[in-house]
């Protein structure tokens, strides 16, 4: 049976490469926090990032504008290529 959303959460779309490049650093903050926090991180001159307890890991590849993100929370699972999927709720 499919998962239901019964949050209506939605998908950030991470930029891959950023995803590939910091993947031991995302195994490392998963390993060794025992909370995780998540965070965007706005900037006017280039795309939003995703941090992890406050380390960088992924642009952003689209927003809607005026969208607030609330609600962030984060799927892991290593042995997939898309080790990561962080939702969100949209108020």
């Known amino acids: 049976m499919d998962e239901f959303n019964y949050d209506d959460r939605k998908y950030l779309e991470l930029d891959t490469e950023d995803l590939k490049r910091n993947k031991n650093k ?10 995780i ?30 969208t607030q993100l609330n609600d962030l929370k984060a799927e892991f699972n290593f042995d997939q290529c898309d080790y990561l999927r962080v939702t969100y709720k949209e108020h």
């Open 26 to 35: 995302v195994e490392w903050i998963y390993t060794n926090y025992e909370n």
């Open 37 to 66: 926090k998540l965070d965007i991180q706005n900037h006017s001159e280039t795309a939003p990032l995703l941090l992890i307890n406050g380390y960088r890991i992924a642009k952003l590849k689209t927003i809607p504008l005026q």
